[in-house]
């Protein structure tokens, strides 16, 4: 275990083994070829190919953007050379059969391998993320000639996949998509329409890019019911360039190593997409991506923050400046500016969010592994409801709290941060999108009001809320009793919301639902804080700073950010109960 | 009066005229030629010079950010014709006297002016604003003939300022200046170090640059005691070069319109000063520029967080997303985002944070003008002691709340707001600056809490008690009894605060400064916010759309930033009064 500008390893083995229990995951079936020598090795190797190959062009991605030159889009060499060696290596299909070359890894240990690329340039790997969703959509609901013929050659990591979903009317309201699909002859459609902020949407990394598409086929109905899913390549499976043009990129604020695309389908006339599944299926099947997609985000959100984290603490260790308060003598030595309480009490805000949101997204693919593996189909549901529930959540919460760490981390650096000598400014930029896309703060808050609390009656949410009280009601920590505490708050202001609703006052209700998803997430955060504290009594007696400094964060997240979560969830509890 | 991208003109005239009062100042005798004529058509030409020729080159000085190309520095020449116009109307001037040239305005309505300059285009309108600092400097402590001899060229827009503080190893840190100035014969001095993050330390936008430095005289004593102040001018007086050279231009996230620099003086032994004042005095000479240059900051940062405002806004009254929350026929009319219950929130924080914080930059440029032309020398001292109290919250407080409204102004504008087709992201990028330059945030909440708060006995923070009390006493809004019950928490807070430090608990209370400022902000606020509510009678009949939004802007400011300053500030009152 080698120390990482990326992530602190410690922390990343300890959620891993400690807090999500993976040694638990060699008893399955699925799993059970696997050892926690071969889990280490696939991390080790990540933690390498990420150091060695994609962070050194982190800067340069930034700098030298994706631009269009002679007809084509040319992205900065390194990051070919990176992907090339990442598909080399098998990642593209770490969580894929044995039989279809892959590592046949849980999904929570190949993000534990994942982590490492996003915090290295996320610019370059997010053309691997998007292909690793875009062909495990594949195999869940195309063809097995669909899969042999564009799914094995992304896996392989030679072709890469893009979701095309945004149009120019119609980004959080898919329902309005209007590219449209007309059936030919040969079983295949023909596209027609533009496709607006399509990432990796062109590019010269890979042989091939396979865009899944959202159209509707003519006659379908309106709305999200009438939207089908297509495969539609940039070259057809016969070597013809399909019909479809870059119309311009996009220039971001940051993230810029991915390119960000407007596409025109069919402008020829010509463009060949295939159906994937049924007609008029397509949302509900392209929702698989988009949770998938959407736990990615919050990873790099935090993955993002947590480098900043970690780069602000290594320069606050190292940057000497002013003396303790109080020192009055002008001849005093100065010290390093983590001994001031105004730099240790910012370095700890990030330490809590971050570690905080790396245990929720860990704990998020964990369940996503229950769901499929679990013997049990009643376990394995539970585990798919309390996903559910908490994808909005798992998206949102690190794009709001690590961002902010990312924040954090330009104040710490001060002067130096703002500019571009230093790579939090960047961080910070690339971070920025992550409260945007795959569905906005806004639109997760939708998600999570309208759909996970209120339709169940509110099942899952029950679940959570026992699971949290089985984690504190052992524990004599006061953290615990605070957590209990919190979670009766949680569910007060839930039922004050449904009520609202039910009482046909929706528009109360959801002017609290974005303060609403970040206070329930911070709960759910404290939780995960809280059995990290329970778990720590298994480490080994030479963990002891390590346990403390996790002990002082929790109390830390506990005093600040749950204490106002639990003001926050009272405030939105006393508001819908009120007549006004 | 015309609308504007810039700022609501009519909440600016209201804010000035009747919240502020400045019809009052025509009373008084440096203002008594005046009129509201005079003042309107100051702010009318500043509004249609900022539109013409600042705004126009926003997003290009931040693509082609000044380059060092032969030998030079390159600042793109609209922002040479946009500041020879600055000058030539003489706006650097704006409250100096008649007799200089000068319009005599009163600083309320000067900044009243500037407040376009800095939401049009904040990178070239720097160059102006560290020009003003710098000759207010000079006339302030230099002596009559470097007045003439340097005031004079800038207060004409000739020549330009700069102040030369941060070296690499004292940014907050000012005690550990090293730059050292030697007496020579003909009793200038010599002077011999180096400066970093000097703004519009180099450009060939003017004939000269001034640079105020502060260096230690050979012998001085150590720490803030040591150091004096020097006019160092790129070009002296009698034509020769000085030996003042650029050793590199610093590349920014934002704000990349204003150099920033780092200067060798002296590298040739050659570097001619001109000591301002006696030596030794120079840290509180450079105070005033400093307090002066913190009141522009806040302000700085209040109208990029305005502008993006009214961005925001325009933006979503314009795009149509999405149905009506509940609608479930999905041919229903889709609506404008504006609609939408969290657009709207959004909305209204940014205008309550953007209007309050303008509210309380011009609130402290009113104070300035207090300080200065009272004629009631008690009275005037007040004035200067609650300045001095305000101004690390007027630099912070908009810091802080006016880059969330950026932040969200992106978030609103969603994917195309990440994009650098639209300004929001631009306008976030520049304001992240503001919480660090001219004393980061933590070093404002170490000064109101160490020196504003703890050091006077409290004499000064009791006036200020005293006046929101008097604001709210005659009032039957809720409000004014929730602004009521806010201030006896701040005070409360306040007192525990002093208590923990006067047992020596410094550590615990430093722990908290930051959020003691912001929340300490958060109440100064709520009562400006409560003073425009006071103010709305006086308005025409015809304004009641203006006001009826003012009441609602308020009640979400109030619901929503004020109880959570009275919660953290119960939070921190709680925390220094446990035995912990």
């Keep these: 275990m080698t120390s990482s500008v990326l992530i602190d390893r410690q922390d990343l083995d300890f959620l891993l083994r400690h807090v999500l229990d993976t040694d638990a995951l060699f008893g399955r079936e699925r799993f059970a070829e696997h050892s926690r020598e071969t889990f280490d090795a696939a991390i080790a190797t990540a933690q390498r190919m990420a150091e060695d190959l994609f962070l050194g ?47 046949q890894l ?41 899969w042999q013929t564009f799914g094995r050659p992304m896996l392989e990591g030679r072709w890469f996949g893009t979701m095309a979903l945004t149009e120019p009317q119609a980004g959080s309201s898919l329902a309005d998509i209007a590219t449209m699909a007309t059936p030919a002859e040969d079983g295949s459609y023909r596209i027609r329409g533009n496709k607006v902020f399509t990432s990796g949407g062109d590019q010269d990394l890979s042989e091939n890019i396979v865009h899944m598409v959202l159209a509707r086929v003519s006659g379908a109905p309106s709305g999200v019911k009438g939207i089908s899913l297509f495969i539609v390549p940039k070259v057809l499976p016969d070597g013809r360039r399909n019909d479809v043009a870059l119309a311009g990129l996009i220039h971001k604020m940051g ?22 599944g049924e007609e008029n299926r397509g949302l509900a099947y392209m929702f698989q991506m988009m949770n998938e997609a959407r736990i990615n985000v919050g990873l790099v959100a935090t993955m993002l923050g947590y480098r900043g984290y970690l780069h602000a603490k290594a320069y606050a260790a190292d940057r000497v400046q002013g003396r303790p308060i109080g020192t009055k003598d002008a001849a005093a030595t100065p010290v390093a500016i983590d001994q001031h309480p105004d730099v240790r009490r910012m370095l700890l805000t990030q330490k ?13 693919a964990r369940l996503l592994d229950d769901s499929e593996t679990l013997a049990d189909t009643a376990a394995r549901k539970e585990a798919t ?54 569905g906005t ?31 504190a009601a052992p524990m004599t920590s006061p953290l615990a009793r605070q957590l209990e505490k919190a979670v ?17 006052n929706t528009e109360k209700a959801y002017w609290h639902a974005t303060s609403f998803l970040e206070s329930f997430g911070s709960v759910v955060v404290g939780w995960l804080w809280l059995r990290q504290i329970s778990a720590l009594p298994g480490l080994d007696a030479d963990a002891a700073v390590f346990a403390s400094a996790k002990e002082a964060t929790a109390r830390h997240f506990f005093e600040t950010e749950l204490a106002r979560a639990e003001w926050e969830l009272g405030r939105i509890q006393q508001d819908c109960r009120s007549g006004r």
Tied chains: 1, 2.
């Design 352 to 364: 809590a969010s971050v570690e905080g949101a790396l245990a929720l997204c860990l704990y998020a």
């Design 106 to 146: 849980p999904h929570v240990v190949s993000l534990a391998c994942m982590v490492h690329f996003y915090a290295a340039n996320v610019g370059t790997a997010s053309y691997a993320m998007l292909t690793i969703a875009a062909a495990n959509l594949i195999q869940a609901f195309g063809s097995a000639e669909q």
């Design 385 to 438: 409801d309390m996903l559910g529930l908490l994808t909005p959540v798992v998206k949102s919460w690190p794009s709001i709290h690590c961002l902010k760490a990312n924040d954090i981390a330009i104040q710490i650096l001060g002067g130096y941060g703002y500019t571009r000598e230093y790579p939090v400014e960047q961080l910070y930029r690339d971070n920025r999108l992550n409260p945007i896309h795959e």
């Design 488 to 504: 009766q708050t949680l569910e007060s202001a839930t039922a004050a919301l449904r009520d609202c609703i039910g009482a046909g």
């Design 255 to 276: 993230w810029r190593g991915t390119t960000s695309t407007m596409l025109n389908f069919g402008e020829g006339g010509d463009c060949v997409g295939f159906l994937v």
């Design 57 to 103: 062009h982190y800067e340069k991605s930034d700098r030298e953007e994706p631009r269009f030159e002679n007809g084509a889009v040319r992205v900065i060499p390194e990051a070919r050379a990176a992907l090339d060696a990442f598909g080399g290596a098998g990642f593209m299909a770490s969580s894929h059969d044995f039989d279809e070359g892959g590592m």
């Design 441 to 471: 703060t806004g639109i997760q808050a939708q998600d999570l009001l309208g759909r996970k609390i209120v339709t169940d009656g509110g099942q899952v949410m029950a679940v959570l809320c026992k699971s949290i009280r089985e984690t």
